[in-house]
């Protein structure tokens, strides 16, 4: 039989004559959820909710005043908005908003709410009216983690990292800007309330309480961008660098800093101190301040509040070292792991840099004490120029004579940069010697050496997992709040990653 007889039907054909099932999508359905069937018996939201459910939140519900018996709206269960903002953060959510809206769709939050749909201001409003309850859960969720083994505070390293703040660069403004700024929003609100006095409010109400919210804001952010300048200015002695300080108008307790990635932006310092033991952040703190040279002492008094003990040994980069926090942690019983920093122009990388060979390296220079003097490799004198302090040590100066280094055959390898060569030696207090004694052996190499996988495994999670590589929230207060829901969200992770079981697999296991 020939293809002619039996045509074959084209695709065109064969569509229009297949019979599909219609989509209605203009009927009404009413279904029946079953709530508790809604997330899977291993789901994380089930083990946020059994953690949460069994904490004492009595400090969370001390702010509730609808009361039993009494009119009004009930208020949320502080349990059921722990939970949320909990889970959210464990899924890089971050916004008051984006939970209200997943509170409609996602069977998790739908599980969590029971299937209601709370109000966006009173997540986010929740979120930074409880500092010192959440500190409080951060330490009790800390005494699971102790009662399960994985806190030992027998070795913590600590850390800090420079997270960028909401503001933008382009924000921050001289005192004079400011100034100027701040009297254009004073007459604004002036005129503002003289014109609706005269005339009522040329709008409806609501619009015109928002304008007026709007401009009273503005003005209030910008009293305190002048204080927060005025503070700055206090702690800077150099008047030149004193008419350079500069705030941010939207975020002005946001600090110009140097980033993990490089370059600068308004951010702030996050100390973070890790449990070796099982990588549990056991303290969390924010600051302002550029460096963490100050940031040891109250990392310790942080975890001394969270588990009523400080740790036996602590690990930190050379930004901690210095003769006070060396001083005071000897006071405190506390071993600190962690190398000396050496004069930035004299390390070896530096000096390769500047063309210096191996051989005219410090070391190969011999120091006279009697003469205070020192002798290079070719015999010349360098002789003594002058001492800076610089933290917890004094810098001596060194110089050889110009004419001694232009003739010298060795120039070319010993400071080819420069006219001449020069050296730097530096006198350290005796805690700081001893310590980098105790630096050079073996077993405190070792030890260091564990230091950045450690410190950087919570950070890296937060970063990565939770997405908070910018502050959502401004301000110093709220910035801490909102590292320390990601600290207790990153501590609830480990909890249910490595000791919770779902209770039907506990039911099976039995
Ligand atoms: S360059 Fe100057 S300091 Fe260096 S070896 Fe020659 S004379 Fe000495």
Redesign the pocket.
């Known amino acids: 039989m020939s293809d002619k007889s039996f045509p074959v039907p084209s695709r065109a054909e064969r569509r229009r004559a297949a019979r599909c099932k219609p989509v209605n999508r203009e009927q009404l359905l009413l279904r029946s959820v079953d709530v508790e069937k809604l997330v899977e018996e291993d789901h994380p939201v089930r083990a946020i909710w059994e953690l949460v459910d069994k904490a004492d939140l009595e400090r969370f519900y001390e702010a509730i005043e609808a009361v039993e018996g009494e009119a009004g709206c009930s208020a949320w269960d502080p349990r059921v908005l722990i939970s949320l903002w909990l889970y959210a953060v464990s899924r890089a959510v971050s916004s008051g908003r984006e939970i209200a809206r997943r509170c409609e769709y996602d069977p998790a939050y739908q599980w969590l709410t029971g299937l209601e749909v709370i109000n966006y201001h009173t997540l986010s409003d929740f979120r930074v009216q409880h500092e010192k309850a959440l500190d409080e859960l951060f330490a009790q969720v800390l005494g699971v983690l102790s009662h399960e083994g994985l806190v030992t505070l027998e070795r913590v390293m600590h850390d800090g990292v420079k997270v960028e703040a909401g503001a933008s660069d382009k924000s921050f403004r001289r005192e004079e800007t400011l100034e100027r700024h701040l009297d254009l929003a004073r007459q604004q609100v002036k005129e503002m309330k003289e014109r609706e006095k005269a005339y009522g409010p040329e709008v409806t109400e609501r619009v015109a309480k928002a304008r007026e919210r709007a401009v009273r804001e503005k003005k209030e952010r910008l009293e305190s961008a002048l204080r927060e300048l005025k503070q700055i200015q206090g702690a800077q002695s150099d008047p030149e660098k004193r008419q350079k300080v500069r705030v941010s108008t939207t975020d002005p307790q946001a600090r110009i800093m140097q980033q993990p990635g490089g370059g600068f932006a308004p951010g702030y310092n996050v100390q973070i101190s890790t449990d070796a033991k099982a990588t549990v952040i056991v303290g969390v703190g924010v600051s302002q301040a550029g460096n963490d040279a100050g940031e040891l002492i109250p990392a310790v008094e942080r975890m001394e509040a969270n588990l009523g003990q400080v740790p036996q040994q602590m690990v930190v980069d050379g930004s901690f070292i210095n003769q006070q926090n060396l001083v005071e942690m000897e006071s405190k019983k506390i071993e600190v792991i962690g190398p000396v920093p050496d004069h930035a122009s004299q390390t070896p990388a530096a000096l390769q840099k500047r063309g210096v060979a191996p051989e005219?390296f410090p070391d190969a220079f011999v120091y006279d004490p009697e003469e205070n003097r020192y002798t290079?490799?070719?015999g010349?004198k360098?002789a003594y120029e002058g001492q800076e302090k610089r933290g917890f040590s004094i810098r001596h100066r060194y110089r050889?004579r110009v004419g001694?280094?232009q003739g010298?055959p060795?120039?070319g390898q010993?400071?080819p940069e420069s006219k001449?060569?020069s050296l730097v030696r530096t006198e350290e207090p005796d805690e700081v010697k001893a310590h980098r004694q105790k630096m050079e052996t073996e077993s405190a190499r070792t030890i260091y050496k564990q230091r950045s996988a450690v410190a950087e495994f919570p950070n890296a999670w937060i970063k990565e997992k939770f997405g908070l590589r910018q502050f959502r929230l401004r301000g110093l207060f709220k910035v801490r709040i909102e590292a320390l829901w990601a600290s207790l969200t990153y501590n609830i992770c480990q909890w249910i990653r490595l000791c919770w079981r779902p209770k039907q697999a506990v039911r099976v296991g039995n």
Do not use: E, S, T
């Open positions: 005219f290079c490799p070719a010349q360098l050889a001694d280094c010298c060795f120039k010993c400071c001449v060569r």
